[in-house]
């Protein structure tokens, strides 16, 4: 389709080991994100969806194939994108406030300071930070430092967000809320998403789409659709709910059968 | 009072001791504590300690400070590049596995026995840790921090201002640190062998006269030299950087 924000097509990832031997992480992965979709890449550990990711936000170089975000080929990190990373990843000499600043640095010569300003300001009462914005990341919880994160990314509204297992460091109770706090701000803007994540539920809770890998080498195994309605704004909204229990379990049968359908029921055709 | 009761009380019991056998041996071979702080207030009296403690001071200040900045310049400058890592390497490495004391004849005949000889030592035993410490530090920037900066599009101004220095500055401090010890070691060397001036030329001198009294009060106003500095240097990360933890590493 010509209109995918994110467009990647036949891409693949190999490290030379020894002299002829290579290891395969991905392979011939196709996968196409439009515009204000939010898809989740969900996978066992070591299925690349991480290396995935970094491919998409030009952090790691990719042979073969091509990655295309807003129509340009991705050879370096593209324009216009956030990312939020696995532990946040604050400065830890700056304040929340001028880490989310850093959200603006590649706008930085079309904002007049007090504009520049005001935006974060905004950007860190959305995330709740307000009270906070002159702590350091230390100074605060890890889920406050991770909303710090996403305010860095959202602040300059950028078109594409990229999301690394954002919430995984975080205890549940805390996880739970920034997930919801994440619909409604999703809700909100018009980036394009695209989440990498180990909780099946979260992701059936956030996302359009589900792109499953498999490992070894890593590929997009199935593409699951998550047709619940929006607005989705509550995780219990999805309790008791039949149709989000069979995605969960589509979605969790995909990433476990791929570790444990033994080769031989497979090749008979009896896969439960 | 629990932090401060009982190191003070273990002084207090070790001065008396040393009080009380310093009483019944020779005064040249053990010195008492009354009779140091005697000696103290004397040197004070007429006028030889002061100036002595300024002229470790300004030798110390002078040659560390210089260490500090080239030091820091030069280990930025081997942490961010492979090439100067490989080209300063050996240098590196063959001054911090000679004793320096051994240089301090060249230094003479290279600087003569004056002031300008002294600071270089001071400059040449402090220059190392800091050298190695900003390297370290620069190197260790975590991958994370330096996504942040690829993905918000940091120039490499900003990159290495506002993320590879800052990022390295605890290590930096800790090299200071450490630096401070040796340019302090350096500093008393050089006064005692090179001019023999301040504080070194204090303790040749009454070491030499075998005035034990004088010599410790001499000793101790070292120590107290390396107490302000290292004090001085804590303020200065504290006032600089708030941001840094102390790393509580003992230096010498």
């Known amino acids: 389709m010509d209109d995918a924000i994110i467009d990647i097509r036949g891409v693949g990832k190999h490290f030379a080991q020894r002299r002829d031997s290579r290891k395969v992480v991905l392979e011939d992965i196709n996968l196409q994100v439009h515009a204000g979709e939010f898809v989740s890449l969900v996978g066992a550990s070591g299925c690349g969806k991480t290396t995935l990711l970094r491919m998409i936000g030009g952090l790691v170089p990719y042979e073969p194939g091509a990655v295309r975000v807003n129509g340009e080929l991705v050879d370096s990190v593209p324009r216009r994108i956030g990312f939020v990373f696995q532990d946040a990843a604050l400065l830890p000499w700056r304040t929340i406030e001028e880490n989310v600043a850093i959200g603006l640095n590649e706008y930085r010569k079309s904002f007049s300071k007090q504009e520049a300003r005001d935006r974060v300001a905004a950007q860190v009462e959305l995330v709740g930070l307000t009270e906070f914005a002159s702590y350091l990341p230390r100074q605060v919880s890890g889920g406050m430092q991770q909303r710090a994160g996403l305010a860095r990314a959202l602040v300059g509204e950028p078109d594409v967000l990229l999301m690394d297992e954002p919430f995984g460091a975080l205890d549940a109770f805390t996880r739970m809320r920034l997930q919801e706090e994440l619909a409604e701000i999703v809700r909100r803007t018009s980036a394009t998403t695209v989440f990498v994540t180990h909780d099946v539920d979260e992701a059936v809770f956030l996302s359009d789409r589900i792109a499953v890998m498999s490992i070894g080498p890593g590929t997009i195994r199935e593409v699951v659709d998550v047709d619940l309605p929006r607005p989705r704004l509550q995780r219990q909204e999805l309790l008791g709910n039949r149709r989000a229990s069979e995605l969960r379990d589509r979605v969790l049968e995909l990433v476990i059968g791929d570790r444990t359908v033994p080769p031989a029921v497979e090749a008979a055709g009896v896969r439960p | ?252």
């Open chain 2, 1 to 252: 009072m629990k932090r401060w009761g009982l190191p003070l009380l273990s002084v207090v019991i070790f001065l008396g001791i040393w009080q009380i056998v310093g009483n019944r041996v020779d005064p040249i071979l053990f010195a008492t504590p009354s009779a140091v702080v005697d000696a103290f207030v004397a040197m004070i009296r007429d006028g030889q300690l002061g100036p002595a403690f300024l002229s470790a001071m300004g030798d110390l200040a002078v040659g560390y400070g210089l260490a500090a900045v080239v030091g820091i310049a030069l280990g930025m400058v081997v942490g961010r590049s492979e090439v100067a890592e490989r080209v300063l390497n050996p240098y590196i490495n063959f001054f911090q596995a000679t004793p320096l004391i051994a240089l301090v004849p060249l230094v003479v005949i290279w600087f003569g026995v004056g002031f300008k000889a002294r600071i270089f030592v001071v400059f040449l035993f402090a220059l190392w840790s800091i050298l190695i410490n900003t390297a370290t530090g620069v190197k260790s920037t975590p991958r994370a921090l330096i996504d942040v900066g690829r993905v918000y599009k940091f120039t490499r101004t900003q990159s290495i201002m506002g993320i590879a220095l800052p990022n390295a500055v605890p290590s930096i401090f800790a090299g200071l640190r450490i630096g401070l010890g040796k340019g302090l070691i350096g500093m008393v060397i050089a006064q005692m062998n090179i001019s023999v001036t301040g504080l070194g030329g204090l303790v040749i001198d009454y070491g030499n006269a075998f005035k034990t009294a004088y010599l410790l009060a001499a000793i101790i106003t070292a120590s107290l030299v390396g107490v302000i500095a290292a004090a001085g240097l804590e303020v200065l990360r504290r006032v600089l950087f708030p941001w840094t933890k102390s790393e509580g590493i003992n230096t010498w």
